[in-house]
T-cell receptor, first 112, second 113 residues
Framework: GENVEQHPSTLSVQEGDSAVIKCTYS??????FPWYKQELGKRPQLIID?????GEKKDQRIAVTLNKTAKHFSLHITETQPEDSAVYFC???????????FGKGITLSVRP | DTAVSQTPKYLVTQMGNDKSIKCEQN?????MYWYKQDSKKFLKIMFS???????INETVPNRFSPKSPDKAHLNLHINSLELGDSAVYFC????????????FGQGTRLTVV
C-alpha cells in the first residue's frame, strides 16, 4: 500500500528537449507527492510537490501533474539543460504515521 | 548556516566494530528521519521520530539503534557492523511527519571492510 513505482530507470534527452518521468502509487489515501533531485555526490533536495486536491502545479521549467483516478503522477521538465542531469525521485506520504516513501529513482542525462 | 548537519561525512571501519552517526537540525522541526541509500541509489527509510518518539521502524536489524535525546537531534548507533551495511546514510527532518519538505543532511558514507 505504501509503494511507489517509478519508471523508466534511466532517461537520456538532448539539451533543449522535454523530459517526462512517471510514477504510480497504490495507496489511494496518499495526499502529498513531492519530487526530489539528487545531483552526483549531493543530498536529495525538493524541487516541486503537489497535494491531492490539485491536478497540476508549475514552477518555471518544471511541472507536476497528478491523476488520482489512475494513481499516477508525473514530472515534466521543459527546455532541459545539462545542469538538469541528476537522479530524480518521486515520493509519497502514506500510512498511519505519514511515512515518506521514495521511488527507486531515475537517472536523467541531458546531452549537450 | 547548515539546516541539517550530520557527522562524520565519511566512515571507514572493520567488520564487527560499533560506530555512531550524529545528526542535528536547527530548523525547529518536529520530525526526523534516517534513510539508507545503497549502491543502486535506492532511498529506503529506516526510522522516523516525532518529538523524540519513535513512530516508524522499518524492519531494520536490531544492530541499528536510533536515539533522540531531544527533537533537534537524532543519532544512529550500529553494532557489529557487516559488509552489507556499507551505504550512504542520510538524516532528514520535516516540520511534522509527512508534512512539507524534508531537508536532508549531507550524508555519511559508511564503508565496512
Amino acid at each position: 500500500g505504501e509503494n511507489v513505482e517509478q519508471h523508466p530507470s534511466t532517461l537520456s534527452v538532448q539539451e533543449g528537449d522535454s523530459a517526462v518521468i512517471k510514477c504510480t502509487y497504490s495507496d489511494s489515501a496518499s495526499n502529498y507527492f513531492p519530487w526530489y533531485k539528487q545531483e552526483l555526490g549531493k543530498r536529495p533536495q525538493l524541487i516541486i510537490d503537489i497535494r491531492s486536491n490539485v491536478g497540476e502545479k508549475k514552477d518555471q521549467r518544471i511541472a507536476v501533474t497528478l491523476n488520482k483516478t489512475a494513481k499516477h503522477f508525473s514530472l515534466h521538465i521543459t527546455e532541459t539543460q545539462p545542469e538538469d542531469s541528476a537522479v530524480y525521485f518521486c515520493s509519497q506520504v502514506a500510512g498511519a504515521n505519514s511515512k515518506l516513501t521514495f521511488g527507486k529513482g531515475i537517472t536523467l542525462s541531458v546531452r549537450p | 548556516d547548515t539546516a541539517v548537519s550530520q557527522t562524520p561525512k565519511y566512515l571507514v571501519t572493520q567488520m564487527g566494530n560499533d560506530k555512531s552517526i550524529k545528526c542535528e537540525q536547527n530548523l525547529g522541526h518536529d520530525t526526523m528521519y534516517w534513510y539508507k541509500q545503497d549502491s543502486k541509489k535506492f532511498l529506503k527509510i529506516m526510522f522516523s521520530y516525532n518529538n523524540k518518539e519513535l513512530i516508524i521502524n522499518e524492519t531494520v536489524p536490531n544492530r541499528f539503534s536510533p536515539k533522540s535525546p531531544d527533537k533537534a537531534h537524532l543519532n544512529l548507533h550500529i553494532n557489529s557492523l557487516e559488509l552489507g551495511d556499507s551505504a550512504v546514510y542520510f538524516c532528514a527532518s520535516s516540520q511534522r511527519a509527512g508534512y512539507g519538505e524534508a531537508f536532508f543532511g549531507q550524508g555519511t558514507r559508511l564503508t565496512v571492510v
